[in-house]
């Protein structure tokens, strides 16, 4: 069901485009990813900030830069490197389809991105939003970028009732914005709302009194403004109880472990651990036959140096952090490795076993 035309002529939308491409123009963050148009740039920072706060993007988008600066430094450079840069901002496979779709614009399109919808769609992890930030942002065409804080505003100054959790809403947003994008500059428009998503037409009590386009508001008008938009709650997600250990060898090299090349984290790498099925599985000796039974690994447990819990969208890991040693003599393969403190630096891990691993180092400071 498309947005009915008649919310749409409520508004004058010239006097609204200028309303938000010029409190925007003068109000805008001082963003990285904004001092030039580059597509490959803006690809980039669109693909870090899904699900992911502007603040803790930066410095990972900085770095990234400057380890591949352009689409044939990104093409060419090896995945655990790429891996590495990325370490610490979760959603894994949104840089490996990002890797894997810039190598086919090196050789597709000779290192151009695309500038149509129909091709640029067409690459690994790009996605409606994403073609559509890079089409209006990077090279001026009127393409709706419609994510959850442009769905957010549009649903209030268009009075949309649609539940923007269901997929099929996000049709109803994108018809809304091509009715209403300005076509003399897309790109602002669009970074425009998104901006004004982040910072004044909040998910919780938005700043109306501050914002540029209140007059144009319909929610506002109506005193719902804080009822839209409309999201229905997610179903409940699975909890996995987890027992993992930082194993010393006899020479004081740790253990790691490379995860499979698909599914969840894939190809990161993690302490070794044991998935806890019973109450009875969390006392240690029974830990440390799981890990022999499970792992082929002959380890004595210590103790328990924390517990880590770590969210994701469909589960919830809570892990039980020991620290032991390794009696069996390991051969190292390309899934094992035995490293030292400096050498684990090379490595790329999630951020619950980065958690883990600063827990380790705390415990090693602590005087005994």
Same mark, same amino acid.
């Given at each position: 069901?498309?947005?009915?035309?008649?919310?749409?002529?409520?508004?004058?939308?010239?006097?609204?485009?200028?309303?938000?491409?010029?409190?925007?123009?003068?109000?805008?963050?001082?963003?990285?990813?904004?001092?030039?148009?580059?597509?490959?740039?803006?690809?980039? !920072?669109?693909?870090?900030?899904?699900?992911?706060?502007?603040?803790? *993007?930066?410095?990972?988008?900085?770095?990234?830069?400057?380890?591949?600066?352009?689409?044939?430094?990104?093409?060419?450079?090896?995945?655990?490197?790429?891996?590495?840069?990325?370490?610490?901002?979760?959603? /894994?496979?949104?840089?490996?389809?990002?890797?894997?779709?810039?190598?086919? *614009?090196?050789?597709?399109?000779?290192?151009?991105?695309?500038?149509?919808?129909?091709?640029?769609?067409?690459?690994?992890? *790009?996605?409606?939003?994403? $073609?559509?930030?890079?089409?209006?942002?990077? /090279?001026?065409?009127?393409?709706?970028?419609?994510?959850?804080?442009?769905?957010?505003?549009?649903?209030?100054?268009?009075?949309?009732?649609?539940?923007?959790?269901?997929?099929?809403?996000? %049709?109803?947003?994108?018809?809304?914005?091509?009715?209403?994008?300005?076509?003399?500059?897309?790109?602002?428009?669009?970074?425009?709302?998104?901006?004004?998503?982040?910072?004044?037409?909040?998910?919780?009590?938005?700043?109306? &009194?501050?914002?540029?386009?209140?007059?144009?508001?319909?929610?506002?008008?109506?005193?719902?403004?804080?009822?839209?938009?409309? %999201?229905?709650?997610?179903?409940?997600?699975?909890?996995?109880?987890?027992?993992? $250990?930082?194993?010393?060898?006899?020479?004081?090299?740790? &253990?790691?472990h490379k995860r499979p090349s698909d599914g969840l984290l894939a190809n990161l790498w993690e302490f070794p651990n044991v998935e806890l099925h019973h109450p009875i599985q969390h006392e240690r000796g029974n830990v440390m036959d799981l890990f022999e039974n499970s792992l082929g690994l002959n380890v004595h447990l210590k103790k328990v140096i924390g517990q880590i819990e770590h969210v994701f969208?469909?589960?919830?890991? %809570?892990?039980?952090?020991?620290?032991?040693?390794?009696?069996?003599?390991?051969?190292?393969? !390309?899934?094992?490795?035995?490293?030292?403190?400096?050498?684990?630096?090379?490595?790329?891990?999630?951020?619950? /076993?980065?958690?883990?691993?600063?827990?380790? &180092?705390?415990?090693?400071?602590?005087?005994?």
């Amino acid at each position: 069901m498309l947005i009915e035309r008649k919310n749409i002529n409520k508004i004058n939308i010239t006097s609204f485009q200028n309303d938000l491409i010029t409190w925007f123009q003068q109000e805008k963050r001082d963003l990285p990813w904004r001092k030039d148009r580059d597509p490959y740039k803006v690809w980039v !920072s669109e693909i870090m900030l899904q699900q992911t706060r502007v603040d803790t *993007v930066i410095p990972y988008f900085n770095r990234f830069i400057e380890w591949f600066p352009d689409i044939d430094a990104l093409a060419e450079a090896e995945e655990d490197k790429v891996l590495k840069a990325w370490e610490g901002l979760g959603y /894994y496979s949104r840089v490996r389809n990002l890797q894997s779709a810039v190598r086919e *614009v090196k050789e597709k399109y000779h290192g151009k991105v695309p500038d149509t919808r129909e091709e640029i769609a067409k690459l690994k992890g *790009v996605g409606p939003y994403t $073609a559509g930030a890079i089409l209006s942002i990077a /090279y001026g065409i009127p393409e709706p970028a419609v994510d959850g804080n442009v769905m957010r505003v549009l649903s209030r100054i268009l009075l949309i009732w649609e539940d923007i959790a269901k997929a099929s809403t996000r %049709k109803v947003f994108e018809e809304a914005v091509r009715q209403i994008i300005s076509h003399e500059d897309p790109s602002s428009f669009n970074q425009a709302l998104m901006e004004l998503g982040a910072l004044i037409c909040t998910p919780t009590s938005p700043s109306c &009194l501050l914002c540029p386009v209140r007059e144009h508001c319909q929610a506002f008008e109506e005193g719902v403004q804080n009822e839209l938009p409309v %999201k229905t709650k997610k179903t409940k997600t699975r909890e996995v109880q987890l027992a993992a $250990a930082v194993l010393l060898n006899e020479d004081g090299k740790i &253990l790691i472990h490379k995860r499979p090349s698909d599914g969840l984290l894939a190809n990161l790498w993690e302490f070794p651990n044991v998935e806890l099925h019973h109450p009875i599985q969390h006392e240690r000796g029974n830990v440390m036959d799981l890990f022999e039974n499970s792992l082929g690994l002959n380890v004595h447990l210590k103790k328990v140096i924390g517990q880590i819990e770590h969210v994701f969208s469909h589960l919830v890991w %809570k892990i039980k952090v020991y620290i032991g040693t390794i009696n069996n003599k390991m051969e190292e393969n !390309s899934e094992w490795k035995l490293v030292s403190t400096e050498e684990i630096e090379e490595y790329a891990f999630p951020v619950s /076993y980065q958690k883990m691993y600063q827990l380790f &180092l705390k415990q090693q400071r602590t005087p005994k």
